[in-house]
């Protein structure tokens, strides 16, 4: 069974940072486009940042400069680094694969304050 579960949210105060991470079962993540995504109550969820399977990464322009997607030592994790967060920042952060097949995990809370 194939399943994705992020950790690493929290409360943080505007200007902060936080790490997320995603850890995947039953398949391998290691040699897919992952990406990570986001969705703020009352709006449907974007994404935010990608990794290929050459580690290319790619941001959605409001993130850009701010947040680093990167690969774990291990196979199967995935990390989303966010530095200068913004209140517009929060949201329930997931991952997953582009394009997106995997059952979507609980994501995890980040709630920035101003």
């Known amino acids: 069974q194939v399943q994705l579960v992020e950790s690493g949210g929290g409360l943080v105060q505007a200007g902060g940072s936080l790490r997320l991470s995603c850890v995947a079962s039953g398949t391998i993540i290691s040699i897919a486009t992952m990406g990570w995504y986001r969705q703020a109550p009352g709006n449907q969820r974007e994404l935010v940042a990608t990794?290929?399977?050459?580690?290319?990464?790619d941001y959605t322009d409001s993130v850009k400069g701010r947040f680093t997607i990167s690969r774990g030592n291990t196979r199967n994790t995935v990390y989303l680094q966010m530095n200068s967060l913004k209140a517009e920042d929060t949201a329930v952060y997931y991952c997953n694969h582009i394009p997106q097949w995997t059952p979507w995990g609980q994501g995890t809370q980040v709630t920035v304050s101003s």
């Open positions: 990794i290929d399977r050459s580690g290319g990464t």
